[in-house]
């Protein structure tokens, strides 16, 4: 296999073959991510991505899970991303599921009929970063994204027939306005319905924008015990109805939590409340990571 630069993958692929369709992230803009700072977008040619998939073939038994990397492979033509995904049910008959990140623009251009005619191929999981649902922290931000595009693009794919999995920052709105971002946040979860939402809590690097703004006092940090009320708000905001997995376990996560809702929302905010004002229950800084 053949990787260029560091790879990023969502939590739940992690055991997933990865492949790079594209390399690096078309949008880059977003503040708080240092993730693809070093790369210079580009969209890899189709014959070295179906080479990969044949290489990974010669390697493994068995694959389960191909996850399409790297930031954002969702802005690939149909076609293109047809054609490997035909690739991969030819190779790999035993994979249960292909997962792609994407944008919301990427998912607005393509719509509806498009996706499903991906999903058709074996496309099983768009991952969206979404951040947040307030457009105040979109802007800031640069997430290139309102809040009614990203609730539209989730809608679309979950119509697709095609899990959306959302991921949202606690802290992203420091500590000056998280009842905003929290209300929004789950204002737009509970009109957007995805199949799952993914709740990390900011950590800053310093190729990351934001760590310059926090450096001059521009941005202040939510406090952990500030990220407790926040995702208790959060968390009190979001009414859906359809099922939605909702995990907050991540290693950058202050309190792991993690259910179903709506059936588990009142167990949460019972395990939210139960370390709201108590630091010494929440992890400890030095094991936080990304
Ligand atoms: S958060 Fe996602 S969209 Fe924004 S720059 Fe990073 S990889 Fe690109």
Redesign the pocket.
């Known amino acids: 296999m053949r990787y260029e630069g560091n790879i990023f993958r969502p939590p739940s692929e992690a055991y997933s073959l990865i492949v790079q369709a594209t390399i690096g992230?078309a949008?880059?803009?977003?503040t708080f991510?240092s993730?693809?700072k070093d790369k210079k977008f580009r969209i890899r040619k189709l014959e070295e991505v179906l080479e990969d998939l044949a290489t990974a073939r010669r390697a493994y038994k068995r694959i389960d899970r191909i996850f399409l990397a790297d930031?954002?492979a969702l802005v690939l033509k149909e076609d293109d991303l047809r054609t490997i995904l035909v690739k991969i049910r030819e190779l790999f008959p035993e994979c249960e599921r292909v997962g792609i990140y994407g944008?919301p623009q990427d998912v607005l251009r393509k719509g509806v009929e498009s996706l499903a005619r991906l999903k058709d191929e074996g496309l099983g999981i768009v991952y969206i970063?979404a951040e947040s649902g307030s457009d105040t922290v979109l802007t800031a931000i640069k997430k290139g994204a309102t809040a009614a595009q990203i609730t539209e693009a989730i809608q679309i794919i979950e119509s697709a027939g095609i899990a959306a999995s959302v991921t949202f920052i606690s802290g992203l709105a420091g500590a000056d306005g998280w009842e905003d971002h929290a209300t929004k946040t789950g204002e737009l979860i509970t009109a957007a319905s995805p199949s799952f939402v993914g709740l990390l809590t900011l950590m800053v690097e310093p190729m990351a924008p934001i760590y310059q703004e926090i450096q001059d006092g521009r941005f202040k940090l939510l406090s952990p015990l500030g990220v407790v009320d926040e995702t208790l708000c959060l968390l009190e905001n979001i009414h859906v109805e359809k099922s939605c997995v909702f995990r907050s376990n991540h290693a950058s996560n202050y309190l792991s939590l993690r259910g179903t809702l709506p059936s588990d929302k009142m167990r949460m905010i019972t395990e939210l409340k139960a370390v709201q004002g108590r630091r010494d229950l929440l992890k400890n800084e030095y094991f936080r990571a990304l």
């Not at 949008?27 to 977003?30: G, K, Q, S, T």
Request: hydrophobic share 15%; with cysteine.
């Open positions: 992230c949008h880059n803009d977003c991510c993730m693809f930031g954002d944008s970063g």
